[in-house]
Every structure is written in structure tokens, then in C-alpha cells.
């Protein structure tokens, strides 16, 4: 077999992989949307505003702590 059927093979698999991989990232999207009420990008942005939310209230703990310690 020469190199251009070995990586024209190799490329063709690759093919094959990355639509089985399109294919169940659709049904992962699909189920998560019927489980859940929410697709898979809908549920990035609301871990990541939860995420913010609490640094934010970190943030916050933490100036209140300061504040308290500084006046005793």
C-alpha cells in the first residue's frame, strides 16, 4: 500500500469519527434539552454566570472581612 492510500485511508477514518462524534454531540445536546429544559450551550451560560455570580460574593466577603478586621 503506498502512502497516499495509507493516508487517504487515515483521512476517510478521521471523516467517519469526527460524524460519529457530530452525531452524538447532537443526541447529548438533544437529551440534555429533554431532561434538563436546556441545550448544552444554554448550561455553559449559566454555570459560567453562577461561576461569576459567586467570585462576585467572594469578592465581597472578603472587603467585609477586611472592613471588620481593620477596625478592631
Request: glycine residues 2%; charged residues 35%.
Amino acid at each position: 500500500m503506498s502512502k497516499s492510500n495509507k493516508l487517504s485511508d487515515l483521512v476517510e477514518e478521521l471523516q467517519e469519527e469526527n460524524e460519529k462524534l457530530q452525531s452524538l454531540k447532537k443526541l447529548f445536546d438533544q437529551a440534555c434539552k429533554k431532561e434538563f429544559g436546556y441545550n448544552v450551550a444554554k448550561i455553559h451560560q449559566m454555570i459560567s454566570a453562577q461561576e461569576k455570580f459567586e467570585a462576585k460574593k467572594a469578592a465581597q466577603q472578603g472587603q467585609r472581612n477586611q472592613l471588620e478586621h481593620s477596625e478592631n
